[in-house]
């Protein structure tokens, strides 16, 4: 839905720049190409990000469902780590050797 009225911003956007300004055509070719530039770093920002996101929940839900994960060389596992869900960080627990030891979930494998 975001995407429709993105893009219907933008075309109302052109509508403007075409019949409203005063702009010749170089000008209107180097606006829109600007605008344009900018909106294709947004959406690949958009998607890196998602990818991301979806890699660490991946990651979480594979330690809930109490298999290993492999972050760094070290083997993460619910009975020597607990998983912060608010920071996706997998904690040490007491009594173990890794105590107060923390991984973040997105360099996990």
Not at 17 to 24: P, V
Not at 30 to 40: D, K, M, N, P, V
């Amino acid at each position: 839905m975001a995407y429709i009225i993105g893009l219907v911003v933008v075309v109302l956007f052109f509508l403007a720049l075409n019949y409203l300004t005063e702009f010749n055509r170089s000008q209107k070719l180097t606006t829109s190409a600007i605008l344009f530039a900018i909106i294709l770093m947004a959406i690949m920002f958009n998607t890196y990000n998602d990818n991301k996101n979806q890699h660490t929940l991946d990651v979480a839900i594979k330690f809930k469902q109490s298999k290993t994960v492999k972050c760094d060389g070290v083997d993460v596992n619910s009975s020597l780590y607990e998983l912060s869900t608010g920071t996706y960080t997998f904690i040490g627990k007491e009594n173990t050797p890794n105590y107060g030891k923390m991984i973040s979930a997105s360099i996990c494998e």
